[in-house]
């Protein structure tokens, strides 16, 4: 029995699989605001909530915001 191993019909382009987006200095601070306002509303949301079911998909959505925030970041500081 002979065992066909996955080969990829291309190979990947890094141009096509990273992003490096940087804004203005202004764009990039309205950005920082509304990560932050999202953020905020997220967490008092999650504070206020009384089913568990819908707080922890009010938690991974926050952790969420926190990840492409802090990518934001690392891009536009």
Partial sequence: MKIQKYKPKEKPNP???FIDV???PEEARI???S??????S???QY???ENP???KEIMEKINQAKREYEIF???NL
Wanted: proline share 0%.
């Fill in 31 to 33: 950005f920082k605001e």
């Fill in 15 to 17: 141009e096509k699989t």
């Fill in 53 to 55: 079911a819908d707080a």
């Fill in 42 to 44: 997220l967490e008092e």
């Fill in 73 to 75: 970041l690392h891009h």
């Fill in 35 to 40: 990560f932050e306002n999202i953020i905020n």
């Fill in 47 to 49: 504070e206020r909530e």
């Fill in 22 to 24: 940087k804004y203005q």
